[in-house]
């Protein structure tokens, strides 16, 4: 139990474009999300968290405007990285939760390799 | 301000030499403190929970221990296969809701 998917595995875009990615809890509500950046060697960077049905809390220094996250539902967030730029090229990842009461315990997704060409 | 330090930064055994990673925790109320293993490339794999002092999990090679100010991951006889990199994050209260607070991370290489 507790699988969290996410869609693209890797991408590649333009410099200007927009790219979207998908994080899915395969097996269980997620009533809180949350997104990551990882550059090499380092540690997980929390960017926001994503509550179904609410505005996302961004985290300081990370710019809402570019990085769009919207929680449709108990199963779904999606992080948009709009007019991508090289420096935006990372590997982003994102976890679930279950509702409160049940865990505590983080479960991560696979990972989004983003290169900005 | 809530911190998490982990030691040490990377951290070569041979194969079967046993030892410890340090994951030392400054923080407000803690919900509590995860392992996670993460392969290049790949996202965390959750490993471990500790609640409370005094608690100790196990899951073959691995045993994870918590006092109030840190928290150690066992390695017993380790193989080529556990090599991987090791993350600490602690849950902590935030303005009504809660966040984690990951560590830096220890590279383990474990050598045939």
């Known amino acids: 139990g507790a699988v969290v998917s996410q869609h693209p595995s890797w991408v590649i875009c333009k410099s200007g474009t927009s790219v979207k990615i998908e994080c899915r809890s395969l097996d269980f509500q997620a009533t809180t999300m949350f997104w990551y950046r990882q550059f090499p060697k380092q540690s997980l960077m929390l960017m926001a968290t994503s509550n179904e049905g609410s505005k996302a809390t961004y985290e300081q220094g990370v710019e809402k405007d570019k990085f769009l996250i919207n929680h449709a539902s108990l199963t779904l967030s999606t992080l948009t990285v709009t007019s991508a730029h090289p420096e935006d090229s990372s590997f982003y990842i994102c976890?679930?939760?279950?509702?409160?009461?049940?865990?505590?315990?983080?479960?991560f997704g696979p990972g989004t390799r983003l290169t900005v060409t | 301000e809530d911190q998490v330090t982990q030691s040490p930064e990377a951290l070569r055994l041979q194969e079967g030499e046993s030892s410890s990673l340090n994951c030392s925790y400054t923080?407000?109320?803690?919900?509590?403190l995860f392992w996670y293993r993460q392969d290049p490339g790949k996202g965390p794999e959750f490993l471990f929970t500790l609640y409370s002092a005094g608690e100790e999990k196990e899951k073959e090679r691995l045993k994870a221990t918590l006092t109030k100010k840190e928290s150690f991951l066992h390695i017993t006889a380790p193989k080529p296969e556990d090599s991987a990199t090791y993350l600490c994050?602690?849950?902590?209260?935030?303005?009504?809701?809660?966040?984690?607070?990951f560590g830096t991370g220890t590279r383990l290489k474990v050598l045939a």
């Open positions: 976890s679930a939760s279950p509702p409160s009461g049940y865990s505590y315990e983080q479960y």
């Open positions: 994050a602690v849950q902590a209260p935030r303005s009504g809701t809660y966040k984690y607070i």
């Open positions: 923080v407000s109320g803690l919900r509590g």
